[in-house]
């Protein structure tokens, strides 16, 4: 049997607790700003991500080559908005799951059914959440985020 061709496209998911303002207008800011350069960040170093906030955690998946998503992933872990920092899951893929450079999830009245029925945050809480679990939400979200914008047939 023949080994399993290596691949240099891998996929990293973390959580850590975030260390923004409490009040939401100052946080929605923040989340803001933090999208907008990460955005950069990513289309240069030519990743793809999904980031999720819930409750004061936050939960990524990055995807890209294996040196840009370590680099990536380096300069997230030393960023002082996040604190207890943790991979959950490093692995090799295929192909990619999200289609923009980076896309933020975050609790509101329109995604609560996808938060609620994902129960991401006790597992947090816990300290174990499952890749499984993340990933599910997160593609989710993206495919609901699609889906309003009419451009969902175009990655299925």
Known sequence: MRPAKRTSLVNLIYFSRLNLAADAPSRARQISEITKHAQKKNEFSVITSFLIVEGSFAVQIIEGERLSVN?????????????DVKIVEWREINKRAFVTSFTTGVRSGTTEIHF???????MLQ??????STIHNLATTLQQDTMSKQGIDHLFV
């Open 71 to 83: 680099e990536t992933f380096q300069r997230i872990s030393t960023d002082t908005r996040h604190r």
């Open 116 to 122: 609620n029925k994902a129960g991401l945050l006790p």
């Open 126 to 131: 816990r300290g174990t959440p499952k890749s």
